[in-house]
């Protein structure tokens, strides 16, 4: 009855000619910087949040959002097409995703991504209407020893992320860790590894790492290899998945949902980290892990719902603390302070109409979105049927103007290019990326909970076994880390007792 | 209003300080760079833009505003402390960054002394607060308890080197050696959410907290603004408690060092007379930053004594570059 009361308040508050206006502008943009890769919401955001001065806050909230989740849809569109992803949460999706474009299942993939982001925008907007606040608590329990718990499950997921050998993967991961290692400690305030250059304090940023070793190495490749694209595009067929793809896909969008909701509620890139978990997970319990990498539609489905339900459980620390989760939601944050709305604990009971408007808002986004995506199915589509000679070139401007608009510095095209030339030698050696890029976003965090919770409990490792959430992802990671290894026990067993019964015969 | 005029007035002794250069009384033929030190979207960028069309009415010039982020703002102080001193190119700053770098960042290339600076606009209050149900309730409270149990009170900062490490830092040697330890987080997202979650006892941040202040589950001990802050009226300085530590988050206007001295004081009127203008301010209020005016002698002294101190706090706690 009270949720009732306020859905029909929020629904009051968006049906409005000016608030559909600008939610639907805010998914419209989303869906094109998403779609570019580079450009993210982050930019886009920040950018426009002034010129949402003289529009109510409401409506300047239903429209940045609107940027966020939006972004999501059209981040797998080229990690789809061209083995590009629009953004970062799109990673994983260009190992299934593109090996389903060269069998000509382009259509397929981009339909179940964008099925899957709409399920996984519903559900993780029912979860922020309904379990918000007792949410909000579950992510304050997490504290340094609980993160570095959980980073270390993400490095115990690495080797489901490996299709080809698991030892290259180990060393691409090691490698992301050092990498991981550049820039300013934190605890300390000394700077490693920067060489004098300034711009390397911060660290090696993740979008220029992600550009060079899947955009310009992808270009590099495809300079040199004549691939034969006539039979690619020729077998363009269906454009949305049949119902064979749905059955395989459904599980993997519902699980890929909850868990992108859950961890989208924790600071962080929520939306990275959860794609790859959902990936893991699925490879994990899959009947066919084999077919993982070689163009399977359960591992688009999964992570991409992932990645968008991860963007509604963002919200839940900032409607109901007031605390940013992302670079992104920190700006909607500043958004609301401008308009004059204190961010906090008493923002849901003090401006319902802001909070149910825009929850309101993005039921109906994702349903543009939807609407919205389809279509433009088959005109991307036809995007693979661009001649090489100039879809590259765009590719690889889009690339540079995207890694230059993030922080609008040399050094890091430069970082872009170095990245780029580096995934291209890694790949003529089958080391695969995937495993690279996650522990670039996870050896940074990973060092810097385990040094914070080391100095909470003054030096005594036993508070990552104390802490209960903690210990239970410690349980998890070391499960992970065996369970690889039981069916090859078994299997050793197995052996072992025909060697002994041959010997006997 | 008229201490501001007369603040404009005292500020030309500043502008005798920087070099005489070409003649610049046509000041200005051309759009003005302003170099923003963070990203679009914070707290200094919004300042930044709201002031961006009164200057450009009150200079007749365009005011374009260049995002240089990176280094917690040193990077864009490195190329600012480079440019051509005319006037075209200008910057926004925040103390104590701009003090604290040179001192201890390897890598930058300025030192706080390459910069003419314009004025002061604005600044966040700094406070030192924990969740409601901690065992102390005021900061007396607070100094006994920690007193009592050396080592064991935690507080959570923004990160190293930030106002509120110093300050808490400061104020632990000024009530006798407290012994605490430092929990350095990454910005306000993340120091926060750890007060509320328990993982650390005491903040020392910036105005973050603010939005909890009125949820009822933030307690804010005192605060190291030089004056009480007019939104919570009710929560003591540390100053007037007896401690010598003041600590803000002033957002200063600045230009490389060798301006001429009319240029400087073009610069300067036109931000004053932005600042006094109702849009301005309202925007001010909306951010929760009083607004604050200090320039010429005043400032050049405020700075001079926030070097000596920092520099002093950042030297005892080992942070000094070698």
Known sequence: MDILSHVLLGAQILFTPTNLFFCFLGVLMGTLVGVLPGLGPTAAIALLLPNTFHVPPVTAIIMLAGIYYGAMYGGSTTSILVNIPGEAASVITC?????????????????????????????????????????????????????????????????????????????????????????????????????????????????????????????????????????????????????????????????????????????????????????????????????????????????????NSATGGAFIPLFTLGIPANSVIAILLGAFMIHGIQPGPMLISKYPDLFWGTIMSMYLGNIMLLILNLPLIGLWVKVLKVPYPILFPLILLFCLVGVFSLNYSNIEVALMIGFGIFGYLARKFQFEMAPLVLAIVIGPMMENNLRLALTISQGDPAIFVQKPISAVFIVISILLLISPLLPWLGKRRKKLQEQVEGEEV | ?????????????????????????????????????????????????????????????????????????????????????????????????????????????????DFVI?????????????????????????????????????????????????????????????????????????????????????????????????????????????????????????????????????????????????????????????????GFEAVLKKLGMPRLYLAGEELLRSNRENYDRMRKVVEKLGLLKK
């Open chain 1, 95 to 307: 190992l299934d995703g593109y090996q389903m474009a060269q069998k000509g299942r382009a259509g397929p993939a981009l339909g179940i991504a964008a099925f899957g982001s709409f399920i996984a925008g519903t559900i993780s907007v029912l979860g922020l209407m309904l379990v918000a606040p007792p949410l909000a608590k579950f992510a304050l329990a997490f504290g340094p020893p609980e993160y570095f718990s959980l980073m270390l499950m993400g490095i115990a997921i690495l080797i489901y992320l490996a299709s080809g050998s698991i030892l290259k993967a180990l060393m691409m991961a090691v490698f992301g860790l050092l990498l991981g290692t550049i820039g300013m400690d934190a605890i300390s305030g000394t700077q490693r590894l920067t060489f004098g250059v300034l711009e390397l304090a911060d660290g090696i940023g993740l979008i220029p790492a992600i550009m060079g070793l899947f955009g310009v190495a992808e270009v590099i490749s495809n300079v040199e290899a004549e691939i034969k694209r006539e039979l690619i595009t020729a077998k363009v067929k269906n454009l949305l998945p049949n119902r064979q793809d749905w059955k395989e896909s459904f599980w993997p969008i519902i699980r890929g949902s909850l868990l992108g909701f859950f961890i989208g509620i924790l600071p962080g890139p929520a939306p990275v980290i959860s794609a790859f978990t959902s990936y893991a997970v699925e490879k994990k319990i899959s009947k066919h892990p084999e077919k993982f990498g070689t163009g399977t539609i359960v591992g688009v489905a999964g992570p991409e719902a992932a990645n």
């Open chain 2, 118 to 278: 314009f004025s002061i606009v604005e600044y966040t209050p700094i406070g030192l607060g924990v969740k409601k149900d901690f065992q102390a309730s005021t900061f007396k409270e607070f100094v006994d308890y920690c007193k009592a149990n050396p080592g064991k009170v935690s507080f959570g900062t923004s990160g190293v080197g930030s106002t509120g490490h110093l300050a808490m830092a400061s104020l632990a040697q000024e009530a006798g050696d407290l012994q605490l330890t430092h929990i350095p987080y990454k910005g306000g997202g993340e120091s926060l959410p750890a007060l509320l979650g328990g993982h650390v006892d005491v903040l020392s941040d910036a105005s973050s907290w603010a939005s909890l202040v009125d949820a009822g589950k933030f307690r804010i001990l005192a605060i190291y603004s030089p004056e009480r802050s007019a939104m919570y009226p009710s929560a003591p300085t540390v100053k007037e408690l007896g401690y010598p530590v003041v600590y803000t988050n002033p957002l200063e206007l600045f230009g490389p060092k060798g301006l001429p001295a009319p240029v400087v004081s073009k610069l300067h009127d036109a931000f004053c007379k932005g600042m006094d203008d109702p």
């Open chain 2, 1 to 113: 209003m008229k201490k501001r005029f007369l603040g404009c007035g005292i500020a030309g002794v500043l502008f005798l300080l920087a070099a005489v250069a070409a003649p610049a009384q046509d000041f200005p033929k051309g759009a003005i760079t302003y170099l923003n030190p963070f990203n679009p979207g914070g707290e200094v960028d919004i300042a930044a833009r709201a002031m961006q069309p009164h200057l450009e009415k009150n200079l007749g010039v365009p005011f374009v505003i260049n995002y240089v982020p990176g280094a917690g703002g040193g990077l864009c102080w490195s190329k600012l402390a480079a440019v051509k001193p005319d006037g075209y190119t200008i910057g926004g700053f925040s103390i104590p960054h701009i003090i604290l770098q040179p001192v201890f960042m390897k890598d930058v290339t300025f030192k706080t002394d």
